[in-house]
């Protein structure tokens, strides 16, 4: 049989290299008339050489793709890095083991796919970043799905915990109202795209926030409770929640309605994780009902992978100072290894060093791309599409 994987990506082309040879053409083509000019506005980046190197436009080339080099694994390398995943991985499904892995491996009592004769109207929340969702979908003979997107400021982001979930209180209402649903009540489905401990299909306790998220009294609390609770103090929205689940697992049953082989969900957008179908008996630390089927979807949250420190072998120089300055050091270095958060930062600071070598921009380098987190992931996909 073959086994499909469902892949929802909302970072495109992330080839830094790819992205530092486009800039080195833009550079070759207007330095001879430029650089001189508007060298005045521009500086040398902290502790580069002040002596500038006189090379040629090929020289310049090999030594670009020098730099970038430590940033493509070679097959060796990539096999290293399955081989540890696969090991983490198990140690996430063993119960003795599982408290010291770094890939959690949570069940998330889900145990069947669609089978795609589903059908009714229903609600879809999906937190998951800077931005969050709220969905209208209709199954039937086909799928219709009417949506918004609300942002969730940084201030909130950081703030108390209530104050984050009577956001999305709000913006459900708001949805509701627009659509003129105030007298149904709808079943809803919660997308909370977070490291949890699933103990039903709605109860998940946050273990740790990710993602730039860092509410105070959530963690170690029910998300749908805290739902419900701020719901509650509004007084104007009828949801039934029937499932809380994380964005791998609406991924994979999203494509399974459609493709009856999929059995995982990856995500790579602000954050990475997937997941995956196990067998029961693979997952030691299930504590749920054996009855058929004998399998569950297993939450890996692989974004911390790495964290005890086996992927130190591939890591870069961009990469300690990515997780050195970020909110969570020590924590989640797969995602700062790969994600859309992180990878335009780490492109910036590709760029500087080329810039510190010499090898971009004459040498010299703007106040604006030596300012940390100036250079947006969106900007790769613009410049490499």
Known sequence: MEIVAAADSDERGLSLLK?????????VFIHSFTIDKFKGNLQRPSGASQEMPHMGEDDIAAKVKDICQELVLNHEAIKEVCSCLQEEINRGLGKDSNPEATIKCFP?????????????RFLALDLGGTNFRVLLIE??????????????????MVGPGDGLFDHIAECLASFIKERDLGTELLPLGFTFSFPCKQE???????????????????????????????IARRGDVRIKICAVLNDTTGTLMSCAWKNHNCRIGLIVGTGTNACYMEKLEKVELWDGSTDEPPQVIINTEWGAFGDNGC?????????????RESINPGRQLYEKMISGMYMGEIARQVLV??????????GYASDILLEKGSFFTKYISEIER
């Open 108 to 120: 998330t009592y889900v145990r069947e796919l669609p089978n795609g004769k589903e059908n009714g």
């Open 19 to 27: 992205v530092v040879n486009v800039l080195q053409r833009v550079v």
């Open 311 to 323: 992927l130190d072998f591939v890591r870069t120089e961009y990469d300690n100072t990515i997780d």
């Open 139 to 156: 199954l039937g003979a086909k799928c219709t799905m009417d949506s918004r997107i609300y942002a969730v400021p940084q201030p909130i």
């Open 353 to 362: 060093r080329l810039v510190s070598d010499g090898l971009l921009f004459g």
């Open 200 to 230: 039903g299909l709605t109860k998940a306790r946050l273990a740790c926030w990710t993602k730039g998220f860092k509410c105070p009294g959530v963690e170690g609390r029910d998300v749908v409770e805290l739902l419900k609770q701020a």
